[in-house]
């Protein structure tokens, strides 16, 4: 199975291609502004670099969030032009199962864990989060926006190790660390298309069928600025 797995929902716009489970090529840009400008050049740039047409592609896999609101509109707006006009099979994956399968990836035999806790930084204290199981990967507390301190109260019902990953962990890096001492911290902590591409091969073969739309776990900053007024 041929997959193009792309992520815009972070500063990182990122695309990989995969057959199966394996990596045939990622490529990766460092510029929050330019997603809409660059995600096609992107695309076709990988797809040139694998030899491959999108007709190619058996599966599509597209982060559908948490995070930048306009970033996750731009993936998922792009993904659904190839959709309707080629019928490709697809599958929306959150951001934050990527990240837990980066520490599953490349993370899996040096750290000791039981439970995986994706952290995406909400601004103003407040982080996108979801915790797995470290053994199964399945979630073990549901995907939701929450202050910082909130969750680290939450968390200390787990008394075995929990492995942090993405940007909250590094932003809230002191908070964790003085507050949980169960916490260990992995080093993968950008959204990666290769990471996505893998959730979605996996989830696809299971069975699910994950619609592409967004998933916003709280109003965009406009929205609570217009309710404030």
Same mark, same amino acid.
């Given at each position: 199975?041929?997959?193009?797995?792309?992520?815009?929902?972070?500063? $990182?716009?990122?695309?990989?291609?995969?057959?199966?489970?394996?990596?045939?090529?990622?490529?990766?840009? #460092?510029?929050?502004?330019?997603?809409? !400008?660059?995600?096609?050049?992107?695309?076709?740039?990988?797809?040139?670099?694998?030899?491959?047409?999108?007709? %190619?592609?058996?599966?599509?896999?597209?982060?559908?969030?948490? =995070?930048?609101?306009?970033?996750?509109?731009? =993936?998922?707006?792009?993904?659904?032009?190839?959709?309707?006009?080629?019928?490709?099979?697809?599958?929306?994956?959150?951001?934050?199962?990527?990240?837990?399968?980066?520490?599953?990836? +490349?993370?899996? !035999?040096?750290?000791?864990?039981?439970?995986?806790?994706?952290?995406?930084?909400?601004?103003?204290?407040?982080?996108?989060?979801?915790?797995?199981?470290?053994?199964?990967?399945?979630?073990?507390?549901?995907?939701?926006?929450? +202050?910082?301190?909130?969750?680290?109260?939450?968390?200390?019902?787990?008394?075995? @190790?929990?492995?942090?990953? =993405? %940007?909250?962990?590094?932003? #809230?890096?002191? $908070?964790?660390?003085?507050?949980?001492? /169960?916490? $260990?911290?992995?080093?993968? /902590?950008?959204?990666?298309?290769?990471?996505?591409?893998?959730?979605?091969?996996?989830?696809?073969?299971? =069975?699910?069928?994950? /619609? $592409?739309?967004?998933?916003?776990?709280?109003?965009?900053?406009? @929205?609570?600025?217009?309710?404030?007024?």
């Amino acid at each position: 199975m041929k997959i193009l797995s792309l992520d815009t929902s972070s500063n $990182i716009c990122t695309v990989s291609i995969l057959e199966d489970t394996i990596l045939l090529k990622e490529n990766i840009l #460092y510029d929050s502004k330019n997603h809409s !400008q660059k995600i096609m050049p992107i695309i076709a740039l990988t797809l040139s670099e694998t030899n491959l047409e999108l007709k %190619d592609i058996d599966l599509i896999v597209c982060s559908k969030g948490p =995070g930048s609101f306009t970033g996750i509109r731009i =993936g998922i707006a792009t993904i659904m032009s190839f959709i309707d006009s080629l019928k490709i099979n697809s599958i929306g994956i959150s951001s934050l199962e990527s990240l837990m399968y980066n520490v599953i990836l +490349n993370e899996s !035999q040096k750290l000791n864990y039981k439970y995986i806790c994706s952290l995406i930084d909400a601004k103003n204290d407040n982080v996108y989060f979801e915790l797995f199981s470290g053994l199964n990967s399945k979630s073990i507390i549901p995907a939701d926006c929450k +202050n910082i301190n909130d969750l680290v109260q939450i968390l200390k019902d787990y008394s075995d @190790e929990i492995c942090f990953v =993405g %940007d909250g962990s590094i932003n #809230y890096n002191n $908070i964790l660390k003085s507050s949980l001492s /169960n916490a $260990i911290f992995s080093q993968h /902590n950008n959204i990666s298309s290769f990471s996505l591409g893998i959730a979605g091969f996996n989830a696809y073969n299971s =069975g699910r069928r994950d /619609n $592409i739309l967004p998933l916003y776990l709280r109003k965009s900053q406009a @929205e609570r600025l217009k309710k404030n007024q």
